[in-house]
């Protein structure tokens, strides 16, 4: 299917590597131009040279810390304009409300919240007036199924899920969409992290805190980068215009909920 998006283009906070990375491939293999970010140069390169030999295109770098004005500021110099916004941010670690003071909690929202919602507010104007904008939340699983001992990364998603909600009916007549997607146990970097604070907290495996994880999906597998960025390609491209204001889980059908 053309996604009819060639020719777009799209910036992917936090891109180096992961899920972040993997939606920069999905959107350049369909024609999309498009623009990573990460603090680190070193792997920014890595990476770009990453969707180059995956998809034959060239991807352009911003090195900024999103987190920070001036992060922000030297994104949005190098680039004025997007149709495509994804939005993403590694989570904070997994604790125990005991550990969290006032600072922590600032924290989660200074990563996982405030600065995705800065994003949207500068690029959604110049998406309303083309009449042409996609953008893509990736947030966890924690915001439908909370767990206290990531609640610093519920409540912040969940901050944003709900601003997002609320502009994404303002912004619908002019054929922009916003909508989230949820991942629970993809296969990326983020989760060796979690399987080796598993390993120790349980002095097992590499391998069998892996297979927790896997057997905690109802596929009884953990989900590939690829598979979650296939959703995210649809979710921007033309057909997809009737579809806002969406939470998409991309969780191996484990949610057990009905809404």
């Known amino acids: 299917m053309d996604l009819g998006i060639a020719g777009r283009t799209a910036f992917i906070m936090a891109s180096s590597s992961g899920l972040g990375l993997a939606c920069a491939k999905a959107l350049a ?19 770009a040279a990453e969707v180059l030999q995956a998809t034959g295109r060239p991807a352009r770098t911003v090195a900024a810390d999103i987190t920070t004005e001036a992060g922000r500021a030297a994104v949005f110099a190098a680039v004025p304009e ?6 993403n941010n590694q989570g904070p670690k997994p604790g ?3 550990e969290w003071d006032h600072d922590a ?16 507010r500068r690029y959604v104007p110049g998406m309303r007036a083309r009449r042409f904008g996609r953008i893509v939340n990736i947030t966890s699983a924690m915001v439908k199924s909370p767990r206290v001992h990531q609640s610093l990364s519920s409540a912040a998603r969940t901050a944003l ?4 909600k609320a502009l994404s009916i303002e912004v619908a007549p002019d054929n922009v969409t916003i909508n989230n997607l949820l991942p629970e146990r993809i296969d990326t970097p983020r989760q060796r992290d979690l399987a080796e604070q598993l390993m120790a907290q349980h002095h097992i495996t590499l391998e069998e805190a892996r297979q927790r994880f896997a057997d905690s999906i ?3 597998r953990m989900g590939t980068p690829e598979e979650f960025a296939s959703a995210c390609a649809y979710l921007c491209s033309a057909q997809a215009g009737f579809i806002s204001g969406q939470n998409l889980q991309v ?3 484990s949610y057990r909920g009905v809404v």
């Open 29 to 47: 293999a369909e024609g999309v131009d498009v623009w990573l970010n990460s603090r680190d140069e070193g792997r920014l390169q890595a990476a």
């Open 82 to 87: 997007v149709d495509i916004l994804v939005t």
């Open 96 to 98: 125990k409300l005991e």
């Open 105 to 120: 909690w600032v924290g989660a929202f200074e990563s996982n919240m405030i600065p995705h919602a800065l994003f949207i």
């Open 161 to 164: 899920t709900g601003f997002s």
């Open 218 to 220: 109802a596929a009884r």
């Open 251 to 253: 969780d191996g059908g």
